[in-house]
């Protein structure tokens, strides 16, 4: 099991950016895929972006492509999220999942996320 630990969110105006950390303890994120999801109160948990577990193939939402971008450092076991020109639409909680290698997919799923960080709020005033 993985623990995950997101930061990095607060409150930011329309049109900038932020980038979201999620660390990771209990055992080598390196043969894990490490994904995205964000979730708006009364609304399902998203799919936001992905990255395979060996860093050669990221995916993202529509919504938020050309936009944001992922990155894996796995010597120091930490999954960023980079946000640039945000917008309103992009407040939500967002959360750090990890699934296991030979799950990977073009658009992943919640259902094959195995770990699960507690979320860091994001809030895009307009």
């Known amino acids: 099991q993985v623990e995950l630990v997101e930061s990095g969110g607060g409150l930011v105006q329309a049109g900038g950016s932020l980038r979201l950390s999620c660390a990771a303890s209990?055992?080598?994120?390196?043969?894990?895929?490490m994904a995205w999801f964000r979730q708006v109160p009364g609304k399902e948990r998203e799919f936001v972006g992905a990255v395979r577990w060996d860093g050669g193939v990221t995916t993202f939402a529509d919504s938020v492509k050309g936009r944001f971008t992922i990155s894996r450092d796995d010597a120091e076991n930490t999954v960023y999220l980079q946000m640039n020109t945000l917008n309103p639409e992009d407040t939500a909680v967002y959360y750090c999942?990890?699934?296991?290698?030979?799950?990977?997919?073009?658009?992943?799923?919640?259902?094959?996320?195995?770990?699960w960080g507690q979320g860091t709020q994001v809030t895009v005033s307009s």
């Open positions: 209990g055992r080598p994120i390196s043969r894990l895929n």
């Open positions: 999942a990890t699934s296991v290698a030979n799950s990977w997919r073009a658009l992943p799923l919640i259902r094959d996320m195995v770990d």
